[in-house]
């Protein structure tokens, strides 16, 4: 380290990020105002050491990058606290985190507990789903008994339940503990006394769980081993809406006022689907990578769908995925790659649409009208123990969750401080979301989606918003239009025309059928050409505009002079219409979304 002005500490490393106007993967990231003000104060800084000034400058200069980064966060998360707030996540902690000794410093510093105590403070509604099979497994070697697993189910006899109880309550009041505590009223006070700073945030635990034995299955008698019957959906709410944070048990109650002992994925991805969560977190002890040892950022359902199917024959947790989820897809195909197709973008599945519903106390719809008993995915037993499969059966729960109507589902290492944090507040995030409803029914746009497309087009283009196309002109463009389809009608387009030389793309004719305006529609479709734009190696968005300047400005787009576009396109623009002109420079993209970047 060198000090180069009295108490302005500078470490070679953040002197060549802010010299370079970067910084490196373990470290913020910085907006363009952040760095031309590093670079003044790192210039002024080497004043300092050339001409002796006092330490007081050196402090100026670590105080003044210290709060411009701040700001700069806060306006970068403006965006994600309006999205998360008055949602709900389910949060399922890995019985590994959970008895890892990153649980004791991530508690103390950074810890997840922490995190969900501000993000609650934020106007995130949580339920959280403790892991405890390490910590029973441990607690029945002490006593002198050995752990019994068949399948993906523990077998609980009686030592075993004694054990389930005695972790269930000790991990429930340590997590109490950990969220009773406050925010820290150090810095607070200048603002003057406030009677919320001294609350801390409720926990509400109790019997919301309704489960039945699973009983004797193929001669195995499972004891007191429970499966998910039904989630008291009613009076999570309740508490959810009284500002508390749900703590759900692993143990469940069954008709005959017995204790059973279910599975936490079951219990959580049960909890996740009768409430309609909005997301399914599970935090877990390691991450979830591709074959060459990459961070899997993003799977569409589809990809999840079918990486866990094509496992069936070697992993029990994928067999029964598939029988949970779909039997006879199962049985037709075989899995024998004999076709070697891939799921399409518009919910389809091997050329079969599914549409899969979850009805709390009766089970799993899988599409097909029959109903699975099962109330969620249980994963466990030896081949979880011991990740002969690594995180496939993680992989599974996430599909199975997001094919019965939770949109999202991330999968985060938790030995990383500050996951949750990371993973909801930056755009690409820190773990791996498996999505159901992105981009879902968007594809390249065919001659057959002529009519379909001008029939979207054509009030915009009397009203003057956009310019006339013949249908002529239409076929010609149409390798760059892009469609939104539901239920076979095409509800919204665009148009993404591709300057290779300058790298740089025009966005043209959006347009949203009036039936769905106000859905989210139109930002999909800017997303998906965004990311398009990104795999074809652009660098730049401009378009033309009359009227829905306001529109792309939210978006990030900022006024040009016509300097800026393409002397190519200059030379075809109607100067008549008085257009508009906006561009908006795109950031790498690393969120591993893969969009389709053929053109015709």
């Known amino acids: 380290m060198a000090a180069l002005c009295g108490n302005s500490i500078w ?46 400058v050196g402090f100026e200069v670590s105080s003044a990058i210290k709060d411009d980064l701040f700001v700069g966060f806060f306006r970068e998360a403006w965006p994600y606290f309006l999205a998360h707030r008055g949602s709900t996540f389910v949060v399922l902690i890995s019985a590994e985190i959970v008895d890892s000794p ?13 995190d969900i105590s501000l993000l609650h403070g934020l106007g995130i509604k949580f339920v959280l789903v403790p892991g405890t099979h390490v910590q029973i497994d441990r607690l029945l070697t002490e006593r002198g008994s050995e752990a019994k697993y068949v399948g993906r189910y523990r077998i609980t006899d009686t030592d ?77 709410r309740e508490r959810l809406d009284q500002d508390s944070i749900v703590l759900l048990s692993n143990l469940g109650y069954s008709s005959s006022g017995e204790v059973l002992n279910c599975n936490t994925y079951e219990v959580a991805t049960a909890c996740a689907l009768a409430l309609g969560a909005e997301k399914l977190i599970c935090i ?25 199917r094509r496992r069936a024959e070697q992993s029990e947790t994928a067999a029964n995925y598939v029988k949970a989820v779909n039997q006879e897809d199962f049985n037709r195909l075989g899995y024998h790659g004999s076709n070697g197709s891939l799921p399409s973008q518009n919910g389809d599945v091997y050329g079969q649409r599914y549409n899969p519903t979850f009805q709390n106390g009766i089970g799993f719809d899988n599409g097909n009208g029959l109903w699975s008993s099962e109330q969620g995915f249980a994963i466990g037993g030896q081949e979880k123990l011991s990740r002969s499969n690594g995180y496939l059966s993680e992989l599974a729960a996430a599909a199975f969750v997001c094919r019965g109507g939770v949109q999202r589902v991330h999968l985060l290492d938790g030995t990383i401080g500050g996951v949750l944090l990371k993973e909801l507040f930056q755009r690409d995030g820190v773990g ?4 159901s409803d992105l981009y879902e029914g968007a594809r390249m746009a065919r001659v057959s989606d002529v009519p379909g497309i001008k029939q979207l087009l054509q009030p915009l283009e009397e009203s003057g918003t956009l310019i006339r196309r013949t249908e002529e002109e239409l076929v010609k463009a149409l390798h760059s239009f892009i469609i939104v ?35 989210g529609q139109g930002d999909k479709l800017l997303d998906y050409i965004e990311k398009k734009a990104s795999s074809l190696g652009l660098q730049m968005l401009f378009l033309l505009t009359t009227r829905t300047a306001d529109w792309f400005v939210r978006r990030g787009f900022s006024e040009c002079s016509i300097d800026h576009l393409p002397e190519e396109r200059r030379k075809k623009i109607n100067l008549a219409r008085r257009s508009k002109y906006y561009m908006k420079k795109l950031l790498p993209d ?11």
């Open 11 to 56: 470490t070679p490393q953040a002197r060549n990020c802010f010299q370079r106007g970067i910084t490196s993967s373990n470290s913020l990231k910085f907006l363009p105002f952040q760095v031309n003000r590093c670079k003044r104060l790192w210039s002024r800084s080497l004043k300092c050491r050339v001409l002796g000034e006092t330490d007081d």
């Open 102 to 114: 990153h649980l004791d410093h991530l508690l103390m510093a950074c810890s997840h507990f922490i």
């Open 160 to 236: 075993s339940l004694e054990a389930a109880m005695d972790t269930s309550g000790r991990i429930r009041l340590m997590i109490e503990a950990k969220l009773s505590p406050g925010p820290s009223l150090t810095g607070v006070r200048r603002h003057g006394d406030n009677s919320r700073w001294h609350d801390s945030v409720g926990v509400a635990s109790g019997n919301f769980l309704s489960a039945k034995k699973r009983g004797v299955v193929e001669g195995i008698d499972y004891a007191s081993t429970g499966e998910v019957k039904k989630v008291d959906v009613s009076r999570i």
């Open 284 to 308: 877990i002890d390691g991450p979830i990578l591709d074959e060459s040892s990459r961070l899997i950022r993003f799977l569409t359902l589809q990809d999840a769908d079918m990486l866990v």
């Open 432 to 435: 791996t979301m498996v999505a």
């Open 485 to 519: 389809e539901r239920e076979g009608h095409i509800i919204a387009c665009a148009a993404l025309f591709p300057y290779f030389e300058e790298k740089c793309g025009e966005v043209a004719a959006i347009a949203v059928s009036p039936d769905c305006r106000g859905q």
């Open 590 to 600: 690393k969120s591993g979304i893969r969009i389709d970047c053929t053109f015709a």
